[in-house]
């Protein structure tokens, strides 16, 4: 199996600053032959289930605010809220659609500060 | 609107039986997978399995394989996850969600409001 890792655990940002969480797999989800990230990135709020914000790893699905970005190839990822607001406090996963099982990481809680 | 909705929290005793539903909206059924995921108390993410519905075709993973079923009706637009045989440690929330396919896998969305399974005795 893959195994997703996340940086870090927890962190507390000040409303209108940058939050950056770290993903890494345990084996390149990169597919060669489409030049593409298998990597999704979740929001998960208080009592509601989890919301897709990126697929490919950078590509931000339809309606989620521009202040949400993604980056990275290979094993080693990274997903950044500029201007962090108040709503974006929650838990952020990401996932691997690579290979199965799809795996997840262990989720980073992102608080304000 | 494509809307995932699932059935209700459930309380049952080791080694009962248990179905829980989660019926889709808002697209045509048959051409996205349905697949479960777990989230135990205070815990990640844990893939299930999931199906085609226009075969019932399944994966599942292998933690998993043998004690867990999925099955679809395409009549009714509805997945399904059970068990014959519950265990404690199957107590968890349990989330459903249509899967954007891409090779041998894909990403989720949307997500349904999840469904507490609660194992005890």
């Known amino acids: 199996d893959i195994v997703m890792t996340q940086s870090p655990d927890s962190l507390a940002v000040s409303l209108g600053e940058r939050a950056t969480i770290n993903c890494k797999s345990s084996?390149?989800?990169?597919?060669?032959?489409?030049?593409?990230?298998?990597l999704a990135w979740y929001q998960q709020k208080p009592g509601q289930p989890p919301k897709l914000l990126l697929y490919?790893?950078?590509v931000r699905e339809a309606g989620v605010p521009d202040r949400f970005s993604g980056s990275g190839s290979g094993t080693e990822f990274t997903l950044t809220i500029d201007t962090l607001q108040a709503e974006d406090v929650a838990v952020y996963f990401c996932?691997?659609?690579?290979?199965?099982?799809?795996?997840f990481g262990p989720g980073t809680t992102v608080e304000i500060k | 609107e494509v809307q995932l909705v699932q059935s209700g929290a459930e309380v049952k005793k080791p080694g009962e039986s248990l179905r829980i539903s989660c019926k889709a909206s808002?697209?045509?059924?048959?051409?996205?997978?349905i697949t479960w995921v777990r989230q135990m108390p205070g815990k990640g993410l844990e893939w299930v399995g999931r199906?085609?519905?226009?075969?019932?075709?399944?994966n599942y993973n292998p933690s998993l394989q043998g004690h867990v079923a999925i099955s679809v009706d395409t009549a009714s637009n509805t997945a399904y996850l059970q068990w014959s045989s519950l265990r404690a440690s199957d107590t968890a929330i349990y989330y459903c969600?249509?899967?954007?396919?891409?090779?041998?896998?894909?990403?989720?969305?949307?997500w349904g409001p999840g469904a507490q399974v609660t194992v005890s005795s």
């Open positions: 199906i085609d519905p226009t075969d019932s075709y399944t």
């Open positions: 996932h691997q659609y690579y290979s199965d099982p799809p795996t």
């Open positions: 490919w790893a950078s």
């Open positions: 969600a249509r899967v954007i396919m891409v090779a041998s896998g894909g990403w989720l969305d949307p």
């Open positions: 808002g697209y045509t059924f048959s051409q996205h997978w």
């Open positions: 084996q390149s989800i990169l597919y060669t032959s489409n030049n593409k990230n298998y």
